[in-house]
């Protein structure tokens, strides 16, 4: 007997089945699974449920632009593409049994386990707390001491310290992310609920499904505008018209998360005074690329061709908005200081400096007449860096790369601590 398909793609054994999904094997995809959403909506531990005809394909949509958005910043994630309106597919993992949540704003049941938080109180950074998922008693908070004692090992990976403190750092990005995102819908993300998973390799995941679900939204920051799920929650008694406005709200949801990757609209353009310094320029133009920077390099001598080299500029300045200048200049550099002097964007010195000149070419872009502000880095990675910073205060993706390097910088050092420590690692 011929195997059941979906999307082309042959299903083997049911993994798993939930309350709103069904995870299949993929025996023809060794390492993935196929996820298949269901048109049910649930609260309360499954105890309140209800058939939405519809939702199945919604979530499906969400999910997608929710993990295209995370994937797109550079996290690791199981999520590889949706198939069909209802299914999707994921690299296929053991779930750790933990729901990690980000808070923004005390709400709901936050205040009723602390008693004199008033509502609406802001936490600086997210507040982070940790259930262990156990429907029969109601998904009970967990602290980290619970968590570790437990002695979870999934595809072989200890779940230890490192581990604990990664998913906490991990979860904390997560929200941060899609909160700069729905900010510029006008929507605050009060909220959300995230699950990792470990895959074959051993490396833990952001898995499961991230949808209206998941978190707290509200239009405008106003509570009585909610469009998530606590909608639901919230009926005491469930008509049809009471599922349409939900089924609605979910819609509302899915539509304003279409295109809501920023425009890719700045530029970062690096002048050297001499094609000689190309090499350095170089790498300084793929560390920009790399955080998802477009770049332009010229070659410009602020003393040898100053009307050019001004020329050069207020061609850029005449076009674009969103701008950062590095300059890449040695010996006695006026490249940098001249364009500070005769821009309000910034300017970003990185002399090519070398054991033989150096303190002469640092001091030279440091000790800057008065009046200006340019910055002076020596690596050409700072420079891409300091870039991105500025940029990223514009667009939320560019910031988010950023973030999302801070958290691979931490995973490097616990990975790191783990092989030294002898422990079975990857992430």
């Not at 299949?24 to 060794?30: A, G, H, M, V």
């Not at 690791?76 to 309106?85: H, K, R, Y």
């Not at 499961?208 to 799920?229: A, F, N, Y």
Request: aromatic letters at 8%; one cysteine or more; charged letters at 25%.
């Amino acid at each position: 007997m011929s195997l059941p398909e979906i999307g082309g793609h042959k299903l083997g054994k049911l993994i798993i089945e939930g309350k709103t999904k069904q995870v299949f094997d993929l025996p023809n995809k060794k390492g993935f699974c196929l996820i298949l959403s269901k048109d049910r909506i649930t609260a309360g531990d499954g105890v309140k449920a209800h058939d939405l005809a519809g939702k199945a394909a919604i979530s499906t949509q969400t999910n997608g632009k929710v993990f295209g958005l995370l994937n797109a910043a550079g996290l690791n994630t199981a999520f590889v593409e949706s198939i069909t309106e209802t299914a999707f597919i994921a690299k296929k993992c053991e779930m750790i049994p933990i729901e990690w949540v980000s808070r923004r704003l005390a709400t709901g049941s936050f205040l009723r386990r602390n008693a004199g938080v008033p509502e609406g109180f802001r936490f600086c950074p997210p507040k982070q707390e940790t259930f262990f998922k156990d429907d029969a008693n109601h998904d009970p908070q967990w602290c980290e001491e619970q968590i570790l004692s437990a002695g979870f090992c999934f595809n072989g990976r200890k779940i230890g310290r490192n581990e604990v403190d990664f998913m906490r750092q991990y979860t904390i990005v997560v929200f941060e992310i899609l909160e700069k995102a729905w900010a510029t819908r006008d929507c605050a993300l009060i909220d959300m609920k995230i699950e990792f998973g470990v895959d074959e390799e051993g490396n833990i995941l952001l898995a499961d499904v991230i949808d209206s679900d998941s978190w707290r939204l509200w239009p405008s920051g106003d509570k009585r505008l909610m469009v998530d799920k606590q909608v639901y929650r919230n009926l005491t008694s469930v008509s049809q018209s009471d599922l349409d406005t939900v089924k609605r709200n979910f819609e509302w949801v899915s539509k304003q998360l279409d295109d809501i990757l920023p425009k890719n609209d700045s530029l970062v353009v690096i002048l050297m005074g001499s094609a000689s310094d190309k090499a350095h320029c170089e790498k300084i133009a793929k560390h920009c690329r790399d955080l998802g920077l477009n770049v332009e390099l010229r070659v410009t001598s602020a003393h040898k061709g100053t009307r050019t080299t001004l020329d050069i500029v207020a061609e850029y300045e005449g076009s674009l908005e969103k701008l950062v200048f590095i300059t890449v200049a040695g010996r006695s550099n006026g490249l940098g200081p001249v364009l500070s002097g005769n821009t309000t964007y910034p300017v970003i010195n990185c002399p090519p400096v070398n054991p033989d000149n150096l303190t002469v070419d640092i001091w030279s872009s440091l000790n800057v007449p008065s009046g200006l502000g340019c910055s002076t880095v020596i690596y050409p990675e700072a420079a891409a860096l300091n870039a991105a910073q500025i940029l990223g205060i514009g667009n939320f993706l560019i910031w988010s790369k950023l973030r999302v390097k801070q958290l691979k910088n931490t995973a490097t050092l616990q990975q790191g601590d783990n092989t030294v420590k002898g422990v079975k690692t990857a992430a």
